[in-house]
Structure formats: C-alpha cells, structure tokens
C-alpha cells in the first residue's frame, strides 16, 4: 500500500514537472517572436549579381503551379520592377538587398518584411484574386525611398 502511494506522487510529480518545462518552452518560443523568422540565409552582398538566384532576378517556375521570384533590392529600385505570376500559383519571394535596408511590402496583403544587407528574406504568397498588386519599400533608405516601388501583375 505503501509503495502504490509513493508511485503514484512521483507520477504526478513527474507529470508536473513535465508540464512546467512545456510551458517554459512555450512562452520561449512565444517571446522569440510570433512569426518565424523571415532571414535565415545569408548572402555576401557585395556578389549578389554572382549569386544564385539572384544571378538571375526574376520569376521562375520551380513545381507545378509553384513559381519563386528572386528580387534585388537597391537604392532605389526593385530588379526586376514587374512581376508576372498566375492566379492561385504558390509564389516564394526571395529578396536581397546590395546596400541599405529597405523594407518588402506587397500592399494589401500579409508580405512584409525587412531586407537587410547580408541577408535573404523570403515569402510566400497565393495571390487569388487577379490584378495588380503595389509593391513598396516601407523602411526609410534615403531620399529616393517615396519612389521605390515595383508591381506583382496577378493573370488568370
Ligand atoms: Cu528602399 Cu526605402
């Protein structure tokens, strides 16, 4: 009788223990951030022109109706400046800044995101509705910061 009640406040002990650590992971990973972090590749940004994908700005089909955009950004203009995608298409945005911090905002929706020199940032979007969509750099870059601007062209 004895052992059966030793055993069983170990348990609870154990479970207890258990639960506390949970939640300390938890609320960790909480505070690192809702979102997951959208720069885990860096790149040299002196040899962004030699470095895949951004050797070759632009949209590439890479899967059936997937399609990745490699965008350079610099003071003060988006290389390439006009997107084509499909409607429905999963479109990974994968940026790169050659000076500053400039920031990627596809107006109305959920894209945006710092770039910062050394760093690959990247997004997926599904674009459902045709049209055009703004792109725009929302981090102050310099005096040509207001006119650094691009467009996604979302067809059927
Ligand atoms: Cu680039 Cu502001």
């Known amino acids: 009788m004895h052992l059966h009640k030793y055993e069983k406040i170990w348990l609870i002990f154990g479970i207890g223990s ?9 609320v960790g990973a909480y505070y690192k951030g809702q ?18 994908p951004f050797d070759q700005p632009g949209v590439k089909q890479v899967g059936d109706n997937h399609y990745q955009v ?11 400046n006009t997107i084509k995608v499909p409607k429905g298409a999963t479109v990974d945005f994968v940026v790169t800044t050659k000076d500053v911090v400039h920031g990627f905002e596809i107006a109305g929706t959920n894209v945006n995101m710092m770039v910062e020199p050394g760093y690959v940032s990247t997004a997926t979007k599904v674009f459902d509705k045709k049209g055009e969509y703004l792109i725009l750099c929302n981090e102050y870059c310099g005096t040509g910061h207001h006119m650094m601007t ?3 062209e979302v067809t059927d």
């Not at 258990?18 to 938890?26: A, D, E, K, P, R």
């Not at 490699?70 to 390439?80: D, E, G, K, Y």
């Open 35 to 52: 979102q997951p972090p959208s720069c885990l590749t860096t790149i040299d940004p002196e040899k962004v022109d030699q470095t895949a």
């Open 18 to 26: 258990l639960l506390v650590f949970l939640s300390v992971i938890g």
């Open 70 to 80: 490699a965008i350079v950004m610099q003071a003060f203009a988006f290389t390439p």
């Open 150 to 152: 691009a467009k996604v």
